[in-house]
């Protein structure tokens, strides 16, 4: 079985501060990660994906995400956030090493950003 | 860049009626998934299909069917509708590791 946990419900930060959106995963076998972005009555939009390689994944509009396999965990970060970046963020998982191609998707965490 | 197409954007219905949901992935890519997000949920995953075969089944209902053409679209279709089908439904392709998510159909059952 695979699943994701965000233990936010929100997040909210000042603009131009360093912002963190929490993911954790579990997994059989090993993970392949993803980062979604989701503004009001729109769908997901892609952010960035960790499958192999470096555990610093770098991203769209600015953000990273970094693969810890100790901690089984996949945070995504900003150096400075930005009003615009208000919306919410899923996490997903995918199994690797399973038969199931599905994403399955944390519960979400909404960012808010302060002017 | 093409994107997954779905249509309609927006459908309203009355409780037991049916409702078929369209899903046009981007070309080339192999796999089709549906997905139910409830008001304030995340996405469910509800079927897929790998080169116009069922390739996996999530949580939908039996009311629910679906299936993927020749042209690999994809259309779901629901039956006996309840209010609590209210939702947005995503269609998302993928080729390997590379998934695409469409806009959504909202659908409102009244």
């Known amino acids: 079985a695979q699943s994701v946990a965000q233990p936010e419900d929100q997040v909210n930060v000042a603009e131009g501060n360093p912002l963190t959106v929490k993911c954790t995963y579990s997994?059989?076998?090993?993970?392949?990660l993803f980062w979604y972005v989701q503004y009001p009555n729109r769908g997901l939009q892609f952010l960035l994906k960790?499958?192999?390689?470096?555990?610093l994944v770098k991203g769209s509009y600015g953000f990273e995400a970094e693969f810890n396999k100790s901690q089984t965990s996949f945070h995504l970060k900003k150096p400075s956030a930005l009003v615009s970046d208000s919306a919410l963020y899923f996490c997903?998982?995918?199994?690797?090493?399973?038969?199931?191609?599905?994403?399955?998707f944390g519960s979400g965490t909404r960012l808010q950003v302060q002017p | 860049a093409a994107g997954v197409i779905q249509s309609p954007r927006h459908l309203i219905k009355e409780k037991r009626e049916t409702a078929t949901l369209k899903c046009y992935p981007i070309?080339?890519?192999?796999?089709v998934y549906w997905y139910q997000q409830g008001p304030g949920q995340d996405p469910q995953f509800l079927i897929s299909?790998?080169?116009?075969?069922?390739?996996d089944k999530g949580s939908i209902p039996d009311r629910f069917s679906a299936q993927q053409f020749s042209d690999y679209h994809s259309e779901l279709n629901m039956s006996s509708l309840e209010l609590g089908d209210s939702a947005l439904y995503f269609c998302?392709?993928?080729?390997?590791?590379?998934?695409?998510f469409g806009s959504g159909t909202r659908l409102t059952v009244v």
């Open positions: 998302a392709s993928s080729l390997v590791n590379g998934y695409t």
């Open positions: 997994v059989s076998g090993n993970p392949y």
């Open positions: 960790y499958i192999t390689g470096d555990n």
């Open positions: 997903a998982v995918r199994d690797r090493d399973s038969g199931r191609r599905a994403l399955t």
């Open positions: 070309p080339r890519h192999d796999t």
């Open positions: 299909f790998y080169e116009k075969m069922q390739s």
